[in-house]
């Protein structure tokens, strides 16, 4: 994730973290006024809380659920969302929320920051340096 922010830019956008212990992350997160959402298919429907969450102006911390995650989760957390009931894809649910959260709008969001960008082509592919 780095390496992409590094070339297509996004630095002040995404932070994505690998942590030991997760558990003080939330809390620290909590303590500051901070938003949690953790995305596991056992959560409320997406389509029931999303208006909901799109209205609260914080900073938000999303976990992506997995098989085994800790119980704790589940009961420490601002919202446990789901965006189906059944088996899915991590990154298929992160990518689903951000799409509900921003409304589609963050398909054409730009980051200045960028080494590269990309130009649209009917066919082929350009890539040019940005700045």
């Known amino acids: 994730m780095d390496k992409a922010i590094e070339i297509w830019g996004g630095k002040s956008y995404f932070k994505v973290e690998t942590v030991k212990d997760g558990k003080s992350v939330v809390d620290l997160w909590r303590e500051k006024g901070g938003l949690v959402i953790h995305l596991t298919m056992y959560g409320m429907h997406i389509c029931k809380r999303i208006d909901e969450?799109?209205?609260?102006?914080?900073?938000?911390?999303?976990?992506?659920?997995?098989?085994?995650?800790?119980?704790?989760?589940?009961?420490?957390?601002?919202?446990?969302?789901?965006?189906?009931?059944q088996p899915h894809?991590?990154?298929a649910a992160l990518a689903l929320f951000l799409d509900r959260l921003y409304k589609g709008r963050e398909l054409y969001?730009?980051?200045?920051?960028?080494?590269?960008?990309?130009?649209?082509?009917?066919?082929?592919?350009?890539?040019?340096?940005?700045?």
Do not use: C
Not at 109 to 131: A, Y
């Open 53 to 85: 969450i799109s209205k609260i102006e914080k900073p938000m911390l999303v976990i992506v659920g997995s098989e085994k995650v800790d119980g704790w989760y589940y009961h420490n957390v601002d919202y446990n969302l789901a965006v189906g009931n």
């Open 89 to 91: 894809s991590e990154i």
């Open 109 to 131: 969001n730009t980051f200045e920051d960028s080494r590269l960008k990309i130009i649209p082509q009917e066919v082929g592919k350009k890539v040019v340096k940005n700045g």
